[in-house]
């Protein structure tokens, strides 16, 4: 079975860190991409950030650039998200996507959720004090 597991989510301060995981099971992440995704309660869910197939491409959304820090390592078939100087507004459910590349491994995905074709279930991150 084709699956996306996120983890490490949980409580944290304002101003606190937290590294979300993005692991495979069932098929190698080595030709996709990957997208993180967040949704708060009351919005539509957005995207975050991305990285290519190489890993040598990435984008952030405005509102966490210089905060958070995608990342992957395709030995250990897992994807991260380093969140650092946490803010309120961060707290949502965060959701990571793969998108199978078949022809660039610098290709960045835009942030259309329809673009990708698996998904995970999601971790709670929540930034109270």
């Known amino acids: 079975q084709l699956q996306l597991v996120e983890s490490g989510g949980g409580l944290v301060q304002p101003g606190g860190s937290l590294r979300l995981s993005c692991a495979a099971s069932?098929?190698?992440?080595?030709?996709?991409?990957i997208g993180w995704f967040r949704q708060a309660p009351g919005k539509e869910r957005e995207g975050v950030s991305c990285?290519?197939?190489?890993?040598?491409?990435?984008n952030y959304a405005d509102s966490v650039k210089g905060r958070f820090t995608i990342s992957r390592h395709n030995s250990r078939n897992t994807v991260y998200l380093q969140m650092n100087s946490l803010k309120p507004e961060d707290t949502a459910v965060y959701y990571c996507?793969?998108?199978?590349?078949?022809?660039?491994?610098?290709?960045?995905?835009?942030?259309?959720?329809?673009?990708?074709?698996?998904w995970g279930q999601g971790t709670q991150v929540t930034v109270s004090s």
């Open positions: 990285i290519s197939v190489s890993g040598g491409s990435t």
């Open positions: 996507a793969a998108k199978r590349v078949y022809y660039s491994d610098s290709y960045l995905p835009g942030p259309a959720e329809y673009e990708y074709d698996y």
């Open positions: 069932g098929f190698s992440l080595d030709y996709y991409a």
